[in-house]
């Protein structure tokens, strides 16, 4: 099977969701929340991410978690990950339970696609306010892809991973996990990176993008994957946008869809005139109507 039919049927599978005049969407990916401990790479961008959760979810945001929100091919144990981060699944869960949580796999949280996965893992954390375990998300369902219908003017706007564009990271990827588990992570301590990353390759990194873009264009759909954490906006002409990643540490970057706009932002620590700290709330680029793209 080749990317473009890959991405097919991963369009012919996703969860549909109206995009109306009111309608709001917060779009994040590749969180890669992980255990603790050296190589877990959320933890220094954190406390940006629930800044950003708390400031859309007192906004009316729906949370749109686009691929890769924990990182189960470094680890093996999702415990450990709950246990390390219970505070980012407080605010997945405080989503949730409104109907405002859409949670999409990508491929190193794969496995979230079977649903005795996050039947045994989302269906309750450990709060430390309450001393208890409270529900988290049950019977939540990751989904290979979203498809927002525009009740307008009848665009859609497919949001998936991007992970399809390239057969190791999909159809292979349980022998791209043993790769990243037993190869490159002993190696990334000794600073080498993975080659089959398209984050950290850049060769790898613009195929992959251009493979997504030109299918956006081929089939005249506005197209927001993550992947390869390289935060891209589009254009009139170039319907294809990246959300970035929460794992850089210049801050972490988002897809905002409201009003029938789309607007790439960046959330970073500022200083304030006083010297206290603050997440800061940025966007990059151009706010782009959802008509502007065609």
Same mark, same amino acid.
Request: charge should be positive; proline fraction near 5%.
């Given at each position: 099977?080749?990317?473009? $039919?890959?991405?097919?049927?991963?369009?012919?599978?996703?969860?549909?969701?109206? #995009?109306?005049?009111?309608?709001?969407?917060?779009?994040? $990916? =590749?969180?890669?929340?992980?255990?603790?401990?050296?190589? *877990?790479?959320?933890?220094?961008?954190?406390?940006?991410?629930?800044?950003?959760?708390?400031?859309?979810?007192?906004? +009316?945001?729906?949370?749109?978690?686009?691929? *890769?929100?924990?990182?189960?091919?470094?680890?093996?144990?999702?415990?450990?990950?709950?246990?390390?981060?219970?505070?980012?699944?407080?605010?997945?869960?405080?989503?949730?339970?409104?109907?405002?949580?859409?949670?999409?796999? +990508?491929?190193?949280? %794969?496995?979230?696609?079977?649903?005795?996965?996050?039947?045994?893992?989302?269906?309750?954390? /450990?709060? =430390?306010?309450?001393?208890? *375990?409270?529900?988290?998300?049950? =019977?939540?369902?990751? @989904?290979?892809?979203? %498809?927002?219908? *525009?009740?307008?003017?009848?665009?859609?706007?497919?949001? &998936?991973?991007?992970?399809?564009? =390239?057969?190791?990271?999909?159809?292979?990827?349980?022998?791209?996990?043993? !790769?990243?588990?037993?190869?490159?992570?002993?190696?990334? /301590?000794?600073?080498?990176?993975?080659? &089959? $990353?398209?984050?950290?390759?850049?060769?790898?990194?613009?195929?992959?993008?251009?493979?997504?873009?030109?299918?956006?264009?081929?089939?005249? @759909?506005?197209?927001?994957?993550?992947?390869?954490?390289?935060?891209?906006?589009?254009?009139?002409?170039?319907? @294809?946008?990246?959300?970035? $990643?929460?794992?850089?540490?210049?801050?972490?970057?988002?897809?905002?869809?409201?009003?029938?706009?789309?607007?790439?932002?960046?959330?970073?620590?500022?200083?304030?005139?006083?010297?206290? #700290?603050?997440?800061?709330?940025?966007?990059?680029?151009? &706010? !782009?109507?959802?008509?502007?793209?065609?």
């Amino acid at each position: 099977m080749g990317f473009e $039919s890959r991405i097919q049927k991963t369009y012919r599978d996703s969860l549909n969701l109206p #995009l109306k005049p009111s309608s709001r969407y917060a779009v994040f $990916s =590749d969180c890669h929340r992980g255990t603790g401990k050296a190589n *877990d790479n959320f933890l220094q961008d954190e406390y940006l991410y629930l800044a950003a959760l708390r400031y859309y979810f007192q906004r +009316g945001f729906a949370y749109i978690e686009l691929g *890769d929100g924990d990182e189960l091919w470094e680890n093996r144990s999702m415990k450990s990950i709950k246990k390390n981060h219970k505070q980012s699944y407080e605010m997945l869960s405080m989503f949730y339970m409104q109907k405002r949580f859409y949670g999409v796999y +990508g491929n190193h949280d %794969i496995v979230k696609k079977y649903p005795k996965f996050p039947k045994k893992y989302f269906n309750s954390f /450990y709060c =430390d306010k309450v001393l208890c *375990d409270k529900p988290l998300c049950p =019977d939540v369902q990751f @989904y290979p892809g979203i %498809i927002l219908h *525009d009740t307008l003017k009848g665009h859609e706007i497919f949001m &998936t991973h991007g992970h399809q564009a =390239d057969i190791l990271n999909s159809t292979l990827w349980p022998l791209a996990r043993f !790769m990243v588990r037993y190869i490159w992570r002993p190696l990334e /301590y000794l600073g080498v990176h993975d080659p &089959t $990353s398209a984050a950290k390759n850049n060769t790898k990194k613009k195929k992959t993008e251009k493979i997504l873009a030109d299918w956006a264009i081929k089939n005249n @759909y506005i197209m927001i994957t993550g992947h390869t954490h390289h935060p891209m906006a589009g254009s009139k002409g170039s319907p @294809y946008c990246n959300t970035g $990643s929460c794992v850089h540490p210049a801050g972490i970057t988002a897809i905002e869809i409201e009003r029938r706009n789309i607007t790439l932002v960046k959330w970073s620590v500022s200083t304030k005139r006083n010297m206290n #700290l603050f997440a800061s709330r940025e966007i990059l680029g151009n &706010t !782009m109507p959802v008509d502007s793209f065609f």
